[in-house]
Structures are given as C-alpha cells and as structure tokens.
C-alpha cells in the first residue's frame, strides 16, 4: 500500500492504480489518486482533489479529507471563488453522471454508475464533470464557522458551492446560502431555504430559488453563448425580502433583453445574443436587473395588486427603455443614456444606481443625456440625479449632457397637450416639484425651484405655447432670464388626504401657527406635529421604504402585530417663515447608535413630539414597564440627539388601524397617535377624514402601544442614562 507524500509547497501528487495512502501536507494541491480504494489528506491550503469513474471496479470505497487552514474560502459568488477545498467528480470520467448526497455543507457521499463510493469531509466546492449528475443537499447541516474574520484560516458559515459539467443534472440546495452553477444541459436546480445565488447556463433550465432572498443569473454576459428556454421561479409571491432575477445578456454590437412583465413578479424575457432566440418566463421575483446590453423594458400592460405595488427595475449599463407599470415602482437606468418612463402611479426614479441612498443624498448624474416620460395619471414620482443643463470643461467641451423631458403623453383638463404655461414649480424640502394639470407631478431631487426658469423648462423639453418643438439654441442663449410669471414659487397642496402644505408666509395660516403668535407654550400638545422627515426608511416586507413614498394600503411590519396595512397617510410642509415663528417645531435628528448599539442604523430625523421606544431597567424602575414612549425633544440631554435649524422641512404621518410601533432608520419608534391632543395638531380636512375612517376616535382615543414617558420624568430618564452611560435601547 503505497504512501505517497506531499511537501510544504505546491504539490502535483499522482496515486497507482492500487491502494494509496496520500498525505498532501501544506501548499496548494492538486491530487489525483487514480483508480483503487485510496485514502486522501490533503492537508492545510487550497486543495483540488479528483475522482473518476471506475467502470472496471465495482464497490470500491475511496476517503478523502480535505481540511481547515490556510484555504482563504470565500463563498461570494461575485468574487474570484477561489480557496476552499474543491472536489472534482468526472474530471477523466463522469460521463455516466454521480448521485452526490450532502450530510453537511462540506461533508457526503458519491457513487458512481457501478456502485463505487466515496466519502468525503471537509471540502468547500464541489464541481461535477459531463454526466447527468443527481446532488442532493436537502439535509445538509451548515458547518460553524471557523478561524479568525480577515484571516488566511477564515471559513465562513456557508451553504453547498456547486458547480455543475454538461449533461442534464438535478440538483437540490441546502438550507443555507447555497453558490449553484447547473452548467451546460437542462438541468432542474432547487435552491430550497436560504439566499441562494443559482446560475442558468446553455440548455433549457428549470430553477426554483425556495425560501429566503435569492440572486438567479440568466445567462453568464457571454457575447457568443445562447441561453436556451428556461423557466425560473424566484420564491413565495410577497414574500418578505427581495428576490433577483439578474438577466446578464449582451453581445459587442449592444443588443441585450426585452422584457414584458405580466404583473409585479412575474413575466417573459427574450434576446437573440449568442445567434438564435432564448426566452426565459420568470415568477415570484421582487427586483430585476439588466446589464450592459440595450435593453427594452416593459410594465404597461402588468396587472398590478391591490397593494399597488408595481416592479423595481435596475436597468445598470447600456442605453436602456424602461415603463413602468400602473403601481408604484422603481426603475433605475444606470450608466447609458437612457429613457425612463414610470407608467402610472408613484414611482421612483433613478438615472443611477443608488436607490438604497436616502432622499436627498448627493449623488453624481451619469455623462449621457436620459430621458424622463411623463405621461397622463403619471402619479407624483421623485426622479434622483436628473441632470439640468450640460456640464462643459475649461475648454467648453460637453463632459456631462442634460437630461430632458417627454410630455408628448401628458394633457391638460380639456386633453389638450400640456405646454410651459401648464406648469408650477413648487420646492419640497430643496427638492423642485414640477405639478401638472390633472394632478401628474414630478419632484427633482437636489434641485432648487429657483433654478428652473423659463428658458430652462423649454431646455428640459416643455413645449412652448403654440410650439411644442421648441428651438433648445434659443433656450439655451437665454438660459439666465429671470424667472417668468406663470412659474411660481411653492403653493398650497394636499398629498394623500393630509394638511394643507404651506411654502409661503403669505397665505393660509394654520391653527397651531396662530398659537404660536399667540404665545403658546413650546410644549402644548396643540402644536405638536407627531410625525416622520420625508426620507426616512420604514421598515416593510418588502425591505425598507422612504416614507413619503408608503400609500395607503401598504404593508408595514409593526413589532406587536407583524405586517399591517397603512389607513392614511398625511403631509405637511412648514416654510422657513413658519419655522421662525414656532422654532419649536424644528426637527430632532438622533444620530446613528444615540439609542444604543447599532440603533438607530443611520441618522433618523423626527419632529419634537414623536415618540421613539425606550427599553432599558432605569425605565422599568421609573416606569414599572420594560418599555415605554418617550417623545424626542425630551432626549435632547442625550449625546447625539439634537434639535436642527433648517430653512423648511417635510413631515408625514403614517396612521394604522392602532397605535403601532414600527422600525425606521432602524429605530423602533411610534406611529401616528390619535389622542385627542394628538388630533388637534392636525388640520380639520385632516381630523375630518380620519374620522372617517376611524368614527369611533370622536368618542374615545385608541389605546397607546406603550406607556407614554412625559414632562419632566422623561427628561429625569434621560439624564439618567446620561448620566450613567447607558443605552437608551438594551438587548
């Protein structure tokens, strides 16, 4: 019995055709021990270990042991996917295919066609040859992980790392974070639980993510390489998190994929690259990507839910065509000049990719001139990193292209075409508001209303009257005129049923601004605005979503009832001159780990008298309860909680059939409560449509999620914890 020896380098070690012993030792191996009952080692480093087909053996039994150190195993699927221990099944054989069952995400058994067996442990790949292989990870137990994070001995915790060979396989995931490649053939793949990354190849695939958020490749970005006919389904309809369908299909001369959906997560894909037709009919997906291709992407004839949400659509590189659908959806062009059409609704949309960053963010608009459709019912869509003007060098060459508008599908009351006296500017929060006759309305992220002047609307693309081609050279000559009269500063507005929105001093005045003037008291509940800042991240089953951009009938996840449906949602607008004359109504921002621990994840920003969880035992000995509601400016003794000076601010409420407590900026926090103090900083168009939803408020007030901490045993909490360093919010 042979005992074959490896050195501490990089070793090419070759077994006999009988019964090897083979001990690898250190470096990075390749070991092939040929045919026999053989015993492996491969020691520390990342090894790769054969096994073949033996059609002259029948029930052989081989052992291999990969092993744990120095293998730098990295399981993301973006990376290199190097390191790790990588089994080979079939490299000289495996025409005949293996049946390969997991007991652990490094650990199984394979047989081959004749009854020969292997055992294996401690190997982080496994990659199969040219056969219709069967693997099976259905009861696979996850391995701990091992070493240090940033180390060469890391192993992360991980799911099954496959990668397929030709040939028709079947292939069953684990319950963890599986890396499946099926390869070339028609191959069935089941991802099972976790957030699975599964790759469609050549052949007619059928693909079921499972459970968890799962990442499906459709084709590899080959230019040469035809997909085939595949049928994928991403997960449960609805389910919380985020399924991908990522289509990474293009060749050299541009071409990429059209896409149809039929409703929010389902539809059909097809692209001629690679020389002939492949389709793809996809289900249960929440996010879609395209690549570098020039993509047709299309929602107008989805059927949307009652939910009203529509599809969220990554279009990344290449000059892309996307519509949306008649619910509230994302789209993001990505590099490449491209057209984006948002459908109906209220959709978000952006020329880059950059949808997790909050309202507002600063971001950098791409070089290529996209552009912006709006049609009629187009909702109120906010558009991210619009591109005003073209941006020259030192030298007057154009280094960035503006972007423009289509309202060739836009009308006025009577169906006439909208032109550039149809339009009033308005400015929410340092954002530009572009509102349309029958209520279409377009919000410009980070750019002033001041900006927009007249020949700078006709520039953008709106139609002079009586002109709708209108002449850009000319545009662009009087760029710097004033601003004309029919573009107006911001003007009193009702979004979502909520409060009059006020940008100028010179008109309707609210109840709570008279008592201002009045002198009321900073801390009377009349003047309480209850409420989240436009761009804060409520936490929801799909993911987290800006608040502004939440409708009634969404689902939000509350932390006593789980998902629950929104009943109305309110708006308010107070202007720099309104803040100067209630500076009390400034916001509280609280900075990201004020509360505690990671808590909240970024920096969330609330009016005075929102409430936010507090969960500690110096509450429990004030309070007698594990958790109370203590509203911000009340936490003002706290570092990093702070109330801002701004020139104006956006405030909305959100309202439940109760009083619920939801995850924002990932704080636990309160939402709309309908005390009877609490309503009277409402405005009556307000308290009356609550009402009437909610007839039973004018009786008596819903009960409050938690106690409330007021006055001044709040401010004794605070200091409290202030004093003693403590966590507002403990595990």
């Not at 959806?329 to 459908?343: H, N, P, R, S």
Request: glycine share 14%; proline share 5%; hydrophobic share 35%.
């Amino acid at each position: 019995m042979p005992l074959i020896r490896g050195t501490a380098g990089r070793d090419s070690l070759r077994g006999t055709n009988g019964r090897d012993t083979i001990h690898a030792m250190h470096g990075n191996d390749t070991i092939d021990p040929g045919r026999g009952p053989d015993r492996v080692h491969a020691g520390s480093g990342a090894d790769v270990v054969y096994w073949d087909q033996d059609p002259l053996s029948r029930g052989v039994v081989d052992a291999y042991v990969g092993g744990q150190m120095h293998e730098t195993y990295d399981p993301n699927p973006y990376m290199d996917r190097l390191g790790g221990d990588r089994l080979v099944l079939g490299h000289h054989a495996g025409q005949h295919g293996f049946r390969v069952t997991f007991t652990s995400s490094e650990d199984g058994q394979a047989l081959d066609a004749w009854g020969n067996r292997l055992t294996f442990q401690q190997f982080e790949r496994l990659t199969t040859g040219s056969g219709n292989d069967v693997i099976n990870g259905a009861l696979a137990v996850l391995e701990p992980e091992r070493g240090e994070p940033g180390t060469v001995n890391h192993v992360p915790v991980h799911g099954l790392d496959i990668t397929a060979g030709a040939g028709n396989d079947i292939i069953i995931g684990s319950r963890g974070n599986d890396v499946i490649d099926g390869g070339p053939g028609n191959d069935t793949i089941y991802g099972g639980e976790g957030s699975d990354f599964i790759q469609s190849s050549t052949g007619n695939d059928l693909i079921y993510g499972g459970g968890g958020i799962d990442n499906i490749r459709w084709g590899r970005g080959n230019e040469t390489e035809r997909v085939g006919h595949d049928t994928i389904y991403g997960g449960e309809t609805g389910e919380r998190g985020s399924d991908i369908l990522n289509m990474w299909v293009r060749d050299w001369d541009g071409n990429g994929v059209s896409v149809t959906f039929n409703s929010a997560e389902s539809g059909w894909a097809m692209t001629t690259v690679g020389g002939g037709l492949s389709t793809v009919r996809f289900y249960e997906f929440e996010s879609f990507w395209t690549h570098e291709g020039n993509d047709t992407i299309n929602g107008s004839s989805a059927v949307i839910g009652p939910d009203n949400r529509g599809v969220h659509v990554n279009g990344r590189w290449g000059n892309d065509r996307i519509t949306g659908t008649q619910g509230n959806d994302t789209i993001e062009g990505g590099e490449g000049a491209d057209t984006l059409d948002g459908g109906r609704g209220n959709d978000f949309i952006s020329m880059v990719q950059d949808f997790y960053l909050p309202l507002g963010s600063p971001v950098q608009p791409d070089a290529q001139r996209d552009v912006l459709v709006v049609r009629d019912g187009a909702g109120f869509d906010t558009i991210r990193a619009f591109q005003v003007g073209d941006v020259r060098d030192a030298s007057g060459h154009i280094i960035r292209h503006g972007d423009a508008l289509n309202l060739q599908g836009l009308h006025d009351a009577q169906g006439n075409p909208v032109d550039i006296n149809d339009v009033r500017v308005t400015e929410i929060d340092g954002h530009a508001v572009l509102n349309f006759p029958n209520g279409e309305r377009v919000m410009l992220e980070n750019i002033r209303a001041a900006s927009l002047t007249r020949p700078r609307l006709i520039e953008l693309g709106l139609p002079r009257p009586g002109n709708p081609r209108a002449n850009e050279a000319e545009a662009q000559a009087a760029q710097d005129a004033p601003p004309a009269q029919d573009v107006q500063p911001a003007r009193p507005e009702a979004v979502h049923g909520g409060d009059e929105v006020l940008a100028r001093p010179d008109q309707t005045v609210r109840p709570e601004m008279q008592l201002a003037r009045a002198g009321a008291r900073a801390d009377d509940p009349a003047i309480g605005v209850t409420c989240f800042t436009a761009g804060t991240l409520i936490e929801t089953p799909d993911g987290p979503m800006q608040v502004q951009m939440l409708q009634p009938g969404d689902l939000v996840l509350t932390r006593d009832h789980g998902p629950r449906p929104l009943r109305w949602i309110g708006r308010r607008l107070l202007s720099a001159a309104e803040l100067r004359l209630a500076p009390q109504l400034n916001p509280i921002r609280i900075r990201t780990g004020a509360l505690g621990q990671g808590v909240p994840q970024r920096d969330l920003t609330v009016s005075p008298q929102h409430r936010v969880l507090v969960r500690s035992a110096i509450a429990r000995r004030m309070f007698g309860a594990d958790e109370v509601l203590v509203a911000a400016k009340q936490l003002l003794a706290l570092d990093g909680i702070e109330q801002l000076q701004v020139a104006q601010v956006e405030y909305v409420h959100i309202l439940f059939d109760g009083h619920e407590i939801v995850a924002s900026d990932g704080a636990w926090t309160e939402s709309l409560y309908t005390g009877a103090e609490a309503l009277k900083s409402l405005g009556q168009a307000a308290r009356d449509e609550i009402f009437a939803l909610f007839p039973e408020l004018q009786g008596s007030p819903a009960p409050a999620a938690r106690p409330f901490a007021t006055g001044a045993r709040a401010r004794q909490l605070a200091a409290r914890h202030q004093r003693n360093g403590k966590a507002l919010v403990s595990a």
